[in-house]
């Protein structure tokens, strides 16, 4: 293979940030290709034809008839007058490639439909063995169809284009002629793009692409963001909160809302009344993460989808009587009772409760019983589907062991009880080839195990009032985290070759004071306790420190993971929403 040296790595006279190169600076290599009309496969190409500009200075040419190895067809010589007896002596595309990738070396490269030659020299250098540079690339059809309306030309070739334009080249179906066409419309484009302030090569690139006037018009409020994680806060005339994002590069993640990979309805609607962003910095993408959902909370932002409204959040309570029952409520008390949850909606607590009520035998009725005065029984009772504690057929000890009891050890402990009982009855209902209610019962199944095993995954950190824990950060140093009853209450690094102790002893001195309140979950909501799990989870985190150990029921929820997987796959596209 040829010595390829030069075309290692990317091109690195090009600016590691396009927007600040002007396009007056921008060296770029125009090049067009004559082929044989076949598809990309390494070979094909029989003319290449490159000039070298910057600042409408020419620079350089390049131009070379190449040998395909192939026969030309007929209405190929037609239409470029390229004929067999031209190509024959001409040298192939494997030794022309090094000249060429050597020509256009530091360049933006320019092509008129450019997809089509980038494709073909692409595919020619994967062929043969030399790696592609990955120059920056730009389409003269994408700029005129962006900078041209349909009233001023009636479409968009390059022959089109020129006529247009009145340039002095004119393409001719030969590549170095169709080349210099295209230098010259490429300039006179430059000279419209001044009228829609694309004044750079960032500019340019994007211009190209489908972005909006009002991303556009909207862009200078991405700039002078910090290269740092965080948050970042689209913010109203008005100031209140539009949206609130959360990225490991507050400038870069911002400057993408103002490009074409933002595709987004409610996004253009929202850059459309956005007037300043606000960027919070953060110690590390915890704290960032964090930070992104007390603010999405506290000011439920109308462009925020999720975790607008933790207060919504639902709980199943063992209410505390003589016959116990499930009872949905919003705000936690003491203790008096256990709870399953949390749940996002009343529709997934009620799928729950559906599944707890077909294992056990805890009575559905919103009744407050007496283990003194009877209560007339309901329907449920004649059908057998309750034990009717209202008419105390049951006595408290006995509904005590056999319904209340199950259901509390299944929410801090072992729920086999549920779980066996609701398997029983999908079998049952299988054999009978009741297959749908089936499905019914094994989707109650996965809402009660989702949340038990979610349940005690959160417990098991609540209850920890104090943990320290540290990651290794990128540059070396350490990103420290201080947890309180699941609440992230301080965030720090420590700069590399410095040793973390001192700083984590003042992000603990420091750290919010975190007063628990009854219940799962004392002191954050359970979004922002996953979220501080799933980073001390981490392979590369360390607990530095607990004030109390760390740990799961031994036979508990997490040892049915895999069933609960194998039964939301089961249910996946089905309705698993109905709780009758």
């Known amino acids: ?318 209410t505390a009587e003589a016959y116990p029952r499930l009872s949905l409520v919003r705000a936690l008390g003491e203790l008096d009772g256990a709870y399953l949850g949390p749940f996002t909606s009343r529709r997934a607590a009620d799928l729950a409760a559906a599944g707890v009520h077909d294992a056990l035998p805890l009575r559905p009725c919103t009744l407050r019983l007496s283990a003194r005065t009877t209560t007339p029984a309901c329907a449920l009772a004649e059908l057998g589907r309750c034990a009717a504690p209202c008419e105390h057929r049951i006595s408290v000890e006995e509904y005590g062991e056999r319904a209340a009891a199950p259901f509390a050890r299944a929410t801090t402990g072992d729920p086999a009880p549920l779980v066996d009982a609701l398997m029983a009855r999908i079998e049952v209902l299988s054999d009978a080839q009741r297959y749908e209610e089936a499905a019914v019962v094994r989707a109650r199944l996965a809402a009660v195990l989702r949340s038990t095993v979610r349940l005690q995954r959160l417990v098991g950190l609540t209850q920890i009032a104090e943990l320290a824990a540290a990651r290794r950060a990128s540059d070396g140093g350490w990103e420290l985290a201080v947890v309180r009853h699941g609440r992230l209450a301080a965030a720090g690094v420590s700069a590399p070759k410095v040793h973390p102790r001192p700083v984590l002893e003042t992000l603990k001195a420091t750290a919010e004071t975190v007063q628990p309140a009854p219940g799962p979950l004392p002191a954050a909501s359970a979004e922002e306790t996953e979220r501080v799990l799933a980073w001390l989870e981490r392979a590369d985190t360390r607990l530095v420190e607990t004030s109390s150990g760390w740990g799961s029921p031994v036979r508990g929820a997490a040892r049915y993971r895999n069933l609960l997987t194998l039964a939301e796959r089961a249910s996946s596209g089905k309705d698993s929403t109905e709780s009758s």
């Open 1 to 318: 293979m040829a010595d390829v040296e030069y075309v290692q790595g990317t091109f690195d006279t090009l600016l590691d940030d396009p927007g600040a190169l002007s396009l007056r600076e921008t060296t770029f290599v125009v090049v067009d290709l004559e082929t044989t009309g076949a598809a990309p496969d390494g070979g094909g190409i029989t003319e290449i034809g490159a000039v070298k500009v910057r600042g409408g200075e020419e620079l350089g040419v390049l131009a070379t008839l190449v040998n395909p190895g192939t026969s030309i067809p007929p209405f190929i010589t037609v239409l470029t007058g390229i004929t067999q007896a031209m190509l024959t002596p001409a040298p192939p595309i494997e030794e022309v490639l090094p000249s060429f990738l050597e020509f256009i070396h530091g360049a933006v490269l320019v092509a008129h439909n450019a997809a089509y030659d980038v494709g073909f020299l692409k595919a020619a250098c994967a062929k043969h063995g030399y790696p592609w540079p990955q120059p920056k690339v730009l389409d003269t059809v994408a700029l005129a169809r962006r900078a041209l309306v349909r009233d001023e030309v009636p479409n968009h070739k390059l022959g089109t284009l020129a006529t247009y334009f009145r340039t002095p080249r004119q393409p001719s179906h030969r590549a170095l002629a169709d080349a210099e066409a295209t230098v010259d419309v490429l300039h006179a484009l430059i000279g419209r793009l001044g009228s829609y302030k694309v004044h750079t090569l960032g500019d340019a690139i994007e211009f190209a692409k489908a972005v909006t006037p009002t991303q556009r018009r909207k862009r200078h409020l991405a700039e002078g963001l910090p290269h740092a994680p965080g948050v970042y806060i689209f913010r109203a005339a008005d100031d209140r909160p539009l949206y609130v994002g959360t990225s490991g590069d507050i400038a870069t993640r911002v400057r993408s809302y103002f490009t074409a990979a933002e595709k987004r309805a409610r996004m253009s609607e929202m850059l459309a009344a956005a007037e300043r962003v606000e960027a919070v910095e953060c110690a590390h993408s915890l704290e960032a993460e964090v930070r992104e959902l007390r603010l999405i909370a506290a000011h439920a932002p109308p462009y925020n989808r999720r975790s607008k409204y933790p207060e919504r959040a639902v709980w199943l309570k063992l």
